[in-house]
Structure formats: C-alpha cells, structure tokens
C-alpha cells in the first residue's frame, strides 16, 4: 500500500513531507538525548532484518495467497517509538530507492502513514496497555492484532485521502475506502498473529532479550487503559458511521467495488511476486497503446480541452489547500501529543 | 524465485553504481538536488496535462545512456511496482467520460487523458529515483543527504541498514533454501512456522548487532559514522544543476511540446 508519486500533487506531497521531517527531527532529538551508542548498530541491523523478514513467505491458510511481515510494530515493541521510527523510516528510504516502491516524494506520505502511526500512535497509546508488562501470550495476541490491525487501517485510509486530496484520480471516496479498509484488515490481523508468534518465540527463547528492552522504554507505561479504549472506540463509531454513510450514497460504486475486492485479494500483496510480473507484460502491452495514444492527443489538447480546465484546476488547489490544513492540525496534534506523553513519566529531560 | 531475484536485483543496482561515467563522477549533493527538483516539477503539472510532460522523459533517458545504465532493467523495475498507480489511475476513463478531443475520429475522454499523465507521471519519477541510486551508490546519496543538512543519526541509521541488508538477507536465503527443502507438498508452510524461522533470524540479529557493536568499539565507535574522502563542488557540477534547473523551467512553463508539433505542421505545409 505504498503511495505512488504520479498520484500525488505537490502541495499533498511536500505537507505530509513536512510533517514526516518535523517527527524525524523529534525522534533523532530524542534519540541523540536518550540512547547509548549500542543502539546505533542495533537499529541499522534491525531495519536490514526487517528485510531480510520480507523475503521469506508464508501461505495464509484456506487463500492459498502469500504474506510477509510489514515491520512498523515489531520495531516499535523492540526499540520504542523514537528508533522504531527512524528505522522504519530508513527502511522506506531503502524501498523507495531500491525497489522503486512508493517514490522519492511520496516518501513522506510513506513514512507517515507506516511509521507515525505504529510507532506513535498505536504503540504507546493500544499495545502498551493491552500487552502490558507481562509476557503472557494470550495479552501480546490480542495486543499486536488490534495493533498492527489499527496502524494498517489508519495508513490505508490516509492513503485514500491523500490520493483523493490530490485529485489525480477519479476514484470515488466511498468506492476508495472499501477497496483499501477490508484488504488491509485482512492483512492486519495476520500480521498481527505473525508478530505476535515472533515476539512469543523470542520470549520463550530468549526471555531477557525482550526484558532490557522492556526496562529501558517507559513510554505510554503511564496512560490509563481506559480513557485510550474510550478514545478508539468513539474513533471506531465515527469512522464507521462516516463509511457507511458514504457507502449508502454511492450505492453502485459500493457493488462495483465489492465485486473489485474479491478479484483483488492476491493483488495487493502480490507486488513482488511471479503474478506481479505477469501482470507487468500484461500492462506492458496495454501501455504501449497509450503512447502512441499520446502522442496523438498532444497537439489537439489544448484548444478542446481548454474549457474544462479552470474549474478542474480550482478543484485540485482548493484540496491541496484543505489537505495542507488537516495534516497541519494532525502534526500539531501529535506533536502535543507526544510531548505531554513524554512529559509524564518524568524521565526525559 | 520471487526472492532471489529480488535480493540479486538489489545487487544489480549496486553495482551498476560503481561504474565510472560523467555522471557518476558528478557530485551527490548535485544529483540530489537535480532530482529532486526533477521530481517536484513532473508532479506540479495539471490533472490532465499530458503533452507538457513528454519533454521531461529527455531527463531519466539522458541519465540513463550518459550514466551507461540498461534502460530495460530500470524499465523492468519500473513495470514491476506499477500495479498500485496503474489501479488507482484506472478507474479514471470510466468515471471522467467528458470528451475533450476528437482524435481520427475517436473521441477521447478526460478520464484518458489523466491516466495517461498519471502513468506517465508514474514512469518518470520512479525511474528518476532507480537512477539516482544507479548513478550516485546508496552511499554516495547518503553523505549527500548528511551534507544537505539530514540528521546525522539518520543517515548513520541508513548505511548500517545497507551495510547489513546484503549479510541478512543471504542468512534469510539459507534458511528459506532449508525450509523449501523441508516443507515438502505445501505442508509446514504456515504462519507458525514462519513466526519461529523469523523468530530464529530475529535472535541471530540481534546477537549480531551485539558483535557489531564489540567490534565497533574496538576500533574506535564514537555514536557517528565518519567518511572516507570529502565532498567538492566543481564547476561542472555547478553548470549540470544549472542547466537541469533551465529545462525543468522551460518545459514547465512554455508549451514546448506544442511549440514542437506546431513547428512540425509548419514545415509539413
């Protein structure tokens, strides 16, 4: 669920990477204060690890489709949010120039949506409290489901409203939001069994490894439960009610797109696979038609297309516009966030 | 196969960075700012504006046959992470349906028109990005990153994840090698079996990282990662960012691509 350039205007792009740098900045801040230099080559090694992770494949049971392991979660609950952060962000970087996932100014997008939100958000504020300080299994189950499963769910609607705020494309927000939500809840919660079946191995193996980390990261340690299942819950009805609300008006786009999901479950997790190449000849021959295609369009455009234009322009601006306001209010928000979070157990200076 | 040829790929790449061309010899810091000026200019171009982006394609071309890399690999690679763009991008044609030109008799419609500036879109700017590492090392744009004013501790974090990218994931090929080779007919190819052999790569991380740090100290680790060789701006590098900064702005802001089929017109008459 990478964000890709071509969908991006520049206004959506350099907001979300303002914000990314304005956390990146706060973390390594942090980090310069609070880690030793063992951490340094911890974190490096990590983020390659993290890789290395992604290339081995597992069957998910009765789809006959394979997943991998996304990353942002098992690195907040081995390092804590300020390093998971910068790792995952590293890890992104690597993607965005080896393998061509995502792109250099959707990079931003990316970070935010796979690093802000498992590290700052769900970490401290869901799986610290479920998964408390214990190490019973049944806890770091439903703890990193509902985590990784809520990180997944806020990143792949962030995707759909910065591609809608940059008006690239025509996808509808109702038909959007059901094609993305259902695919990564799926996935979410068999990545969160797969992250809590490593960090239960690495407890039985190796049960003082998890231990000094434990010891060393008393962050979110300090929020009730309570008020934070309030929180997500009332967050829950919203968004739910916002969905359905959105679905019943686009009641064709729901059905197009229902049919859309089941055609789609390999699709998304498939980027690297032999049907990702497939696919890949498969556009290829649908490409080159459309180059000749522009080519031909070139010169007519302008005289035809020219009334259109305004009123589409002034559409796209205004989104960006909006776009830039919610993200700001967003970085603003986290930010307050995480420095009364920060300010509470008193140990950070 | 999937794996391996993405981890020899990543090796491909790499090596192609150490090759030795004009624009390899150019300076990082250079080749960062040019592409990510090239970047932010192919993206501001309007929904439906196609014609206006062509030109641009002169600029990953250019790099790749001075930078003396295979356009089929990075083409390759480019077709290979298209799925995500190319699906959103194709719902366009059929809910954008206003014709906006009459081609040889064929109407087209809006929603084409912003597909195509979307895949075009799509092609130059992941290629600008596969280029920039083929052309400058992963290396190289780090230091350039840390010169450019990124946080050290960033930067240190992303050459260790490369350092150690190639050493993991030759232990992760061992062990899927050992697990195909156990895993007979689809059995034991679960997400039990998984989480542990990742669980048991996880373990080997991490003690690895403790070595890492032992051996790091011994020879003299301070938190920072120093560089070997300094970074010089010359005038070369100076006329490249010029010359990139001229020809992103005349092709963003006059009509060259008109301009060049109205030319051809004038002189077909």
């Not at chain 1, 214990?134 to 189950?141: D, F, N």
């Amino acid at each position: 669920m990478h964000m890709a350039d071509a969908l991006l205007s520049p206004a959506v792009g350099a907001t979300l990477w303002a914000g990314t740098a304005a956390v990146g900045g706060y973390a390594s801040k942090k980090l310069k204060v609070q880690i030793d230099d063992r951490t340094i080559p911890l974190m490096g090694v990590l983020g390659a690890f993290i890789f290395a992770a992604q290339m081995i494949n597992f069957t998910i049971p009765g789809t006959g489709s394979s997943g991998h392991l996304g990353g942002g979660m098992i690195l907040a609950i081995l390092l804590g949010p300020h390093a998971a952060f910068l790792t995952m962000a590293s890890v992104l970087t690597v993607q965005a120039l080896f393998f061509a996932d995502g792109g250099l100014l959707a990079l931003g997008c990316n970070i935010w949506n796979l690093g802000v939100y498992p590290c700052y958000l769900v970490y401290p504020l869901l799986y610290r409290p479920l998964a408390g300080e214990g190490r019973r299994p049944g806890r770091i189950l439903i703890a990193s489901v509902l985590g990784v499963a809520v990180a997944l769910q806020l990143g792949a609607f962030s995707v759909v409203l910065e591609t809608l705020l940059s008006g690239r494309s025509e996808l509808p927000f109702g038909a959007f939001v059901l094609l993305m939500q259902p695919i990564h809840l799926a996935i979410g919660i068999v990545e969160g069994i797969v992250t809590a079946g490593i960090i239960g191995y690495v407890a039985a193996a190796r049960p003082e490894i998890l231990e000094s980390v434990a010891a060393a990261r008393p962050v979110g340690a300090g929020v009730p439960l309570a008020k934070v299942l309030t929180v997500f819950a009332l967050l829950a009805v919203l968004t739910g009610g916002a969905f359905s609300w959105f679905a019943s008006t686009q009641p064709d786009g729901l059905e197009w797109a229902i049919e859309r999901v089941t055609g789609r479950g390999e699709l998304s997790e498939a980027e690297h696979g032999v049907a990702a190449v497939l696919r890949g000849l498969q556009e290829k021959t649908a490409f080159l038609p459309d180059y000749g295609f522009k080519a031909a369009a070139a010169e007519p455009t302008p005289g035809d297309a020219a009334p259109a234009w305004p009123g589409i322009a002034a559409g796209t601006s205004a989104a960006g516009v909006t776009g830039a306001a919610i993200v700001l209010v967003l970085v603003g928000l986290i930010g307050l966030g995480i420095r009364s979070a920060g300010r509470r157990p008193g140990s950070t200076p | 196969m999937n794996f391996h040829a993405q981890y020899f790929d990543l090796g491909r790449l790499d090596r192609l960075s150490y090759r030795r061309t004009a624009v390899h010899a150019l300076d990082p810091r250079a080749k960062v700012i040019a592409t990510g000026l090239f970047l932010v200019t192919v993206v501001s171009f309007p929904k439906y504006d196609v014609a206006g982006l062509v030109p641009f394609l002169l600029f990953p071309v250019l790099a790749a046959t001075l930078g003396e890399i295979p356009i089929g690999f990075i083409l390759r690679k480019v077709l290979i992470v298209s799925p995500f763009a190319v699906f959103v991008g194709i719902f366009n044609p059929f809910l954008d349906t206003r014709t906006v030109a009459v081609i040889a008799g064929l109407s087209v419609s809006a929603g084409w028109l912003s597909f195509a500036s979307i895949l075009l879109k799509f092609a130059l700017t992941v290629s600008a990005a596969l280029l920039l590492v083929a052309t400058t090392s992963f290396p190289g744009v780090c230091h350039a990153l840390r010169r450019l004013g990124c946080p050290p501790i960033f930067v240190s974090q992303l050459l260790f994840l490369y350092r150690y990218l190639f050493v993991l994931a030759e232990e992760a090929m061992r062990i899927v090698r050992a697990w195909d080779m156990r895993a007979v007919a689809g059995r034991g190819r679960g997400a039990t079996v998984f989480a542990r052999l990742v669980g048991v790569l996880l373990i080997r991380t991490l003690d690895r990282a403790e070595r890492i740090y032992q051996a790091m100290l011994c020879r003299g680790f301070a938190g920072d990662i120093p560089r070997l060789g300094t970074l010089r701006l010359r005038s070369g590098d100076l006329v490249f960012v010029a010359i990139t900064v001229v020809f992103l702005g005349v092709c963003r802001f006059f009509p060259v691509t008109e301009g060049i089929g109205l030319l051809a017109q004038g002189i077909w008459r």
